[in-house]
């Protein structure tokens, strides 16, 4: 049961990202006009770093929660 729930969270987290990421690629063309908050930390404000990051986040919390 508990590798079902695994299972479950990993595909979740992975339907989240790869969503991200094709809502990232679509709003590529609109980056006409970029505001300078973005222009000096282009990592910063990346859709798709944040939503891998959290994903990483998700599965050492997970990896971490079965271990103790």
Known sequence: MI???TIAA????CVIG???TL???GKKRERDEVSDE???HPVLFNPVI???????IAGVGIIL????
Do not use: D, E, R
């Not at 944040?50 to 990483?56: E, T």
């Not at 929660?65 to 103790?68: H, K, L, P, R, V």
């Open 38 to 40: 973005v222009k000096n």
């Open 10 to 13: 990993v595909i979740i987290i």
């Open 23 to 25: 809502q990232a690629a």
């Open 50 to 56: 944040i939503i891998y990051s959290l994903a990483g």
């Open 18 to 20: 790869l969503a991200g």
């Open 65 to 68: 929660y079965y271990m103790i």
């Open 3 to 5: 590798t079902i729930i």
